[in-house]
C-alpha cells in the first residue's frame, strides 16, 4: 500500500515537494510491524515517531473527521452485489473526493491538535 503511494500518489499531489510529506501514521498493527518501520526508514519516508501521537482520537486524525467522512457518503449511494461491484463503487467515489477536501482537512489537523492540548485532550469538536 505504501509504495504506491510514495511513488505515484505524493508527487502527483505534491509535485516538488514531495519529498517534504509527512506521513501520517498512528499506532495501528499494520502501521507499527517491523516490515513496515524498516520500509519507511529504507525509503525515506518522514512520518512522525508513534511516541509523540496523539492517543487514539478519531478528532485528531484527518483520514476520520474528513476525507473518510466523504468518501463513505460517496460509498453508500450506492448498493453492490458483487466484489467487481464493490471494486467499482470504491474506485468511482474515492475519485470523487476533492483533492481541496483533502488538503483542508490535513491543513487543520495543527489546529486541532492545539484545540486538544488547550482542552488537556477533552472534547472541543463544539468549539469548530
Same mark, same amino acid.
Given at each position: ?16 515537494? &514531495?519529498?517534504?510529506? /509527512? ?66 463503487? /470504491? ?7 476533492? /483533492?481541496?477536501?483533502?488538503?483542508? &482537512? ?23
Amino acid at each position: 500500500v505504501l509504495a504506491p503511494m510514495v511513488r505515484y500518489d505524493f508527487p502527483r499531489l505534491y509535485g516538488d515537494r &514531495a519529498k517534504e510529506v /509527512i506521513f501520517h501514521v498512528d499506532n495501528a498493527p499494520a502501521h507499527t510491524a517491523k516490515a513496515t518501520v524498516q520500509w519507511t526508514k529504507d525509503h525515506h519516508v518522514n512520518s512522525i515517531p508513534s511516541v509523540h501521537l496523539m492517543a487514539s482520537s478519531p478528532d485528531l486524525a484527518p483520514m476520520d473527521y474528513a476525507i473518510n467522512y466523504v468518501f463513505k457518503k460517496f460509498l453508500n449511494a450506492k448498493v453492490v452485489k458483487s466484489r467487481a461491484q464493490l471494486v467499482r463503487s /470504491i474506485r468511482t467515489a474515492w475519485s470523487k473526493v476533492q /483533492i481541496t477536501v483533502i488538503r483542508r &482537512a490535513l491543513l487543520s489537523w495543527k489546529r486541532r491538535v492545539g484545540m486538544m492540548l488547550e482542552k488537556f485532550g477533552y472534547q472541543y469538536e463544539q468549539e469548530l
